[in-house]
């Protein structure tokens, strides 16, 4: 603590402490590696091309909400609405889109730029209610997120009324279910998602200050950042991004229904934790979650290649889970007791 | 009298600083024991070892003429010592009775039985003369309320001695006398009392005798008509200052910072003004809890002023955020710099540019070199030690994290600068370039407020000293009437009836 002069020298790391440091990207990627080998070894079908385009169409959705997630998360707070706001974002697209006669929802037809605009605009809504109970009424990121899970999955309930759509705009279908050559285009747009989380996060005044109020909330403040408007933000683009997943997901699946996202909540936040992006904020950050996808890729196609128990599958996902937060907590300590 | 708690040459060693050199002194069965001294005399590390938190690394405790080397929290409250904090540690969400009774309720079938909890603490309170009962809930009570809840406690676990550490700083004066009351009677019964406070006028009301700390000693011992305000203030102060002075290349110009009639939500009624003139460094000196960090907190606008103007450079400007102070150009070096300054576990040169990075960036996006350039700059200006931009903050040195907290509003344009404690927890050779750093920015026309408790500090860095008690300033001090005496006796909320030329 204060009061104590410390060594002047600056106390050279050797190639442990380095290592030790560096425990967070390290460790998902030494994961990633030793799985690829493991599948590779067990399996003739894993290492094939054919299943890489398998697995990046795989991860393709929880990317897309896992880019506006690391944003969350790296400030410190979480949003457990991601996989419902999706899901009602996606049904949005569908309500506002001519459906096949068969289809028995009442529904409102527009074109398809305008069925669009207002499933952005809803998802943007919805990250916006998040915001403003956040900054502004004071709720617990966590307990704000989870009232809006809530109500997005209402939203979804009343929309759909226990019945199933099929037809989204015909940009929603291409980029969520066609391909330009041998690459689907929902693999472009979660790369291109990933390619702008990052360059904001990393070059713009925006995500220094994203980074600075989650390393120190206090200090980011007393610097004049702008703390709420950060904390905002972030809760916003979450919903969009989740609402982009939830659209192009619609198509990939080829339906829209009520609870079709759910497994997306646990994914998405999974892929940034095991990534190595701190749940304490202000460390980490895309090239992380993308780390982190792939654990979760590689894990989930793989142990469809090898035999093993399909029910056994899920146990698996929460040790490894388990395991990420385990690092997470521990580097977090290892960091802290240097301030020592 | 025979001596109830006796401590015998009790010192504590913390790496590099020792707090407490060879105390010795005893309390008697129904004695008041004032304790006094400056801010960092060492009496919050007595009564924490006392209170069995800190360990002692030499001497004895010695409780009814039975030693112990050292006490644990438990062992401290079974010998019979109870605390008054001066953060009171109640829970709010509890009735009184619960809160008498905390980690002790008493029990039947294992369930806790309230019924006589109750009556383990109605006679207590009826004792201590107070207007409620067990059942009232915390929170409807006021801070002198919860204080008699607090004594309450440490009688009920038959507290023989019970320190009170600054029990009066947030109490009325009516309050005040009622403490003093409750403490007059509790002396009656036979318990004893450490009161410690920098309130010299209740110590010498409530005190049979008075010890004063000073760097870790007993500097003095004072007993019955010996005690005065005179003679306490003398034992506090008497040391030689360094001298550490840099005058100024300018007299104060025109412009600067003025307080009219500012009032801070902690000291509602005490109205603060005060002109922060340009190319000055006013010192402002006060006990702890005297309001300092709250003006701080009040100009760089954390928290809300609940009325006045602050004026800069004769023009009233309204500020609610920090945001808006540092776009006046005013910014603040906070006490607390790991809390509040910095972003430990960040590089450099990202810590430096933080406040100021639109200057930084084209568009939207950040320019890395020209951020790398600025860094390099501070560093090489201020000779920040650091291996290199990129090196994390958190593995710097306490002088060199506090050079980074400067670089980062030194690379602006400041009008007005505030530093809270801008030495603590920082090394010789590095506070006097801080010192220099500071003079340099006054002589650039920069109006300067230094919060200090350090009076070695004080007294020999600023060109004036504006001493602040309870809320408001007490008095402002020019370099001839700089003497240790003076400071202290404002800070204690006395008129300087005679300055002390030095």
Redesign the interface.
Known sequence: ????????A??RGSALDWLRGQLRNVAPFATLIVLVAFFWASSDSFATFGNLENILTQISVTGIIAVGLTFVILCSEIDLSVASIANATGIVVAYFTVQDASVSIANIPLPGWAAILIALAACFALGAVNAFGLTRIGIPSFIMTLAMLQIAAGICALLVRGQIAYTVPPLVLTLGSHSIGPVPWIVIVTALFLLVGHVVLT????G??V??TG??R?????????VRAILSSVMIISAVCSGVAGMLGVAYFGSAQQNEFDTYLLDSISAVVVGGTSLFG??GGIGNTIIGLFVLGVLNNGLDHINIDSFLKILIRGLILLVALVINVYAQRM?TA??G | MDPLLELVGITKVYPGVTALDDISLCVGRGEVLGLIGENGAGKSTLMKILGGVETPTAGTIRIDGKDHATLNVNESMRAGIGFVHQELNLFDNLDVASNVCIGREPRRFGLVDRKQARARVAPLLERLGADFGPDTAVEGLSIAQQQLVEIAKALSIDARVIIMDEPTSSLTLRETERLLRVIAELREGGVSIIYISHRLGEVKSCANRVVCLRDGRIVGELAGEAISHATMIRLMIGRDLKALYIPPEAEPRQGGCELRGVITPGFPNRPVNLVIRAGEILGLAGLVGSGRTSLARAIFGIDRISTGQILLDGTPVDITSPRQAIRHGMYLVPEDRKRSGLIMEMPVVENITLASLGVYARMLLVNRNSELAASQTQRTRLTIRAPGDQTQVVTLSGGNQQKVVLAKWLSMQPKVVIFDEPTRGVDVGAKNEIYILMRELADRGVAILMISSDMEEVIGVSDRIAVMHEGTISGILERPQFSEYNVLHLAIGQELEMAEAQ
């Open positions: 603590m204060s009061g104590m002069p410390k060594i002047a600056v106390p070059y713009t005044r925006f220094r200050y980074y600075m390393g120190n206090e200090a980011a403040e007393y610097s004049g950042v702008n202000g460390q960091r240097r301030h």
